[in-house]
């Protein structure tokens, strides 16, 4: 992970504003920067949180959860028990931005690909870029392909719904491993249906592979597999952009 605002200090400080349990071990926190009207980031770029414990300074990596919009507030997905028991006025150390996934420049059609927390970054992007639409004439076909165990670990699923409702160029593949006989939606890992939505967004070949940018973050494993699936379909690396965590 590289990159970032280099007009930023390396820590600085911000204020916890509000939370909200995602699931046993998820946290959603929206924060805001103390002592600057706006923060200003790039869709997909990550800050890492700097703590004090057990007397030594730990530090752990997050993906900004929404896009930019002009203050200086933010969300990140917070997991685990790095920061305990959050409370509303809190402050913490904070260092970034930072990172290189980032949405291509000029933009293209795009599938998007995420697993459980993996879908901050794609969250920020997908906002940022249907946002940017609304000021073009053109609009590109964007498909998300979000998958998770249950449906309960299904992050803004409703949010992405409403998003398809809106968007008509927007599709949302919701996807469970570990369905119940309830569910009617796509079943297995994500990436199994990764072939589909390349088709959707319309798999025309260029000069160098199918023009269709794919962007994906997830688990070691799963961005191995979905990397080797697109290089096998033709896919040129500058159009395989991916972020890892664990």
């Not at 507030?73 to 930072?98: H, I, N």
């Not at 059609?109 to 995420?114: E, N, T």
């Not at 969250?123 to 000021?135: F, G, N, S, T």
Request: net charge neutral; aromatic share 10%; glycine share 10%.
């Amino acid at each position: 992970m590289s990159g970032g605002d280099r007009n930023r200090p390396a820590g600085w400080t911000a204020r916890l504003v509000r939370s909200e349990t995602m699931a046993p071990d998820v946290t959603r926190m929206e924060f805001e920067v103390a002592g600057q009207p706006s923060f200003d980031f790039r869709p997909g770029q990550y800050i890492s949180m700097v703590r004090e414990r057990d007397g030594e300074r730990a530090r752990r990596y997050y993906s900004i959860a929404s896009a930019p919009n002009g203050t200086n507030r933010f969300e990140l997905f917070v997991g685990g028990s790095f920061v305990a028991e959050p409370r509303p006025g809190m402050s913490v150390e904070l260092e970034g931005p930072a990172g290189n996934f980032l949405l291509r420049d000029p933009l293209r059609k795009s599938v998007f690909l995420a697993h459980g927390t993996g879908i901050a970054p794609i969250r920020a992007m997908l906002q940022h870029l249907l946002a940017e639409e609304q000021q073009t004439r053109e609009r590109l076909p964007v498909t998300l392909i979000y998958g998770a165990r249950t449906r309960e670990c299904l992050y803004f699923r409703e949010e992405f719904e409403a998003i398809e409702q809106r968007h008509a160029n927007f599709r949302f593949y919701p996807t469970l491993s570990r369905a119940g006989s309830d569910w009617s939606g796509r079943k297995g890992y994500a990436q199994t249906h990764l072939g589909e939505a390349i088709g959707t967004a319309g798999e025309a070949t260029g000069n160098g592979g199918p023009e269709v940018d794919v962007y994906f973050c997830g688990c070691r494993e799963m961005v191995a597999e979905v990397r080797a699936q697109l290089l096998q379909r033709g896919f040129d690396e500058e159009a395989i952009i991916h972020e890892k965590y664990g």
